[in-house]
């Protein structure tokens, strides 16, 4: 049995470059799995769908910020999946059968944490990702800690339920962090689906809202950005956002967007460098800007600019228990339109599913496992 359960794998940190012509997924390969034995709190689950994130992206391309990762290992940490056994020990009221979501992030869930005692198993400083710490979605079996596990909530579908975990990223980042209010005028800077997720959760708030990207993402993920209603602009080092915004930009309405060209709140998703340097440039004095993303270098910031215009700059990190159920119900309603934004694979496309994402074309992929 174990011998026909496959993984994708991660194994190589190779630097790859995106945009190269051949093969760019050569650090990977699809393994046949050995499940271990379940030790004390483990469950054993097939995973239903399984989504493909940025970090899985940069990690399968090498990019620096994921040199930690141990090699092999099977990635994946955004998924749906079905109990098929319980460990040893108690696992609360969880029961084979039942489908759930896992938190990506366990927290060392010691008392004395500073994080974990206030259940911000996101912040704890010895937490382990699943996906990156031990194996995860892309096995078609994964084996987890039932303390992880979330359920799903009625009316949720499992392919939606691979989305839980990144919009449950962005309700932490609007919610806590972004000071969002109806008649904003927001930029989004990147069209990943953290990006996408962010302009339509801004949206749902009462703002405007610009999403960027490059001119290859023009036929992809901006497409469907301007299908959804938003502004979109393609950035170049030639045409930046800020020279953009200040020689004027309108809504579908021909109505100005931003106040001289400077906006209310930025929300950094491209992990570009230079776009977050260019960020205080681009806010209104006493705005906002929202770090969702992380760098694969130092970012140079313009401390001085930042003092005078008294620009509040946050990160977000991750997502916790809370913001999962606020992530499940925005899909349930509707509120964020899974369906507008996810490219669906079979398993044995994973490669393909892969590719297509490493190269920006398509939007969300979600790869059904079984
Ligand atoms: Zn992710
Ligand atoms: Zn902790």
Known sequence: MSGEVKGFCLHG???????????????????????PELAEGEILAKTLYTGICGSDNSACIGKSNFDWVERPRIIGHEFSAEIIKLGPGDHGGLKVGDIFTPLAMLGCQDEECPACSVSKWNLCASKEIIGFHRDGGF??????????????????????????????VVVNALHNKCEIKPGQDVVVTG???????????????GARVVVTGLSSDRDNRLRVAKEQGFITIEVSPESTLKSQL??????????????????????????VPQVLSEAIDVVRPEGNICVIATYGNEVSINATH?????????????????DYMVAQ?????????AEKYTNHYDFKDVNQAFEDSIKANNVKAVIKMN
Not at 195 to 202: N, T
Not at 309 to 315: A, F, H, Q, Y
């Open 191 to 205: 069209c990943g689906i953290i990006g996408l997720m962010s302009a339509e959760l801004a949206k749902a708030a």
């Open 246 to 271: 200040q020689n004027g930009i309108s809504d579908a309405n021909g109505i100005s967007f931003g106040n001289g060209g400077k906006v209310d709140l930025l929300i950094e998703c491209s992990g």
């Open 306 to 322: 930042l003092t005078r215009t008294s620009l509040n700059m946050r990160g977000s990190m991750g997502s916790c228990r809370v």
């Open 13 to 35: 940190k190779e630097k790859v470059m995106p945009n190269s012509k051949g093969s760019v997924i050569r650090n990977t390969s699809v393994i046949n799995m050995e499940i």
């Open 139 to 168: 096995g078609q079996h994964v084996v987890l800690e039932s303390d992880r596990v979330v359920t799903l909530m009625d009316g949720l579908t499992p392919e939606q339920g691979a989305l839980v975990e990144p919009l449950s």
């Open 329 to 337: 119900k925005l899909l349930v309603t509707g509120v964020f339109p």
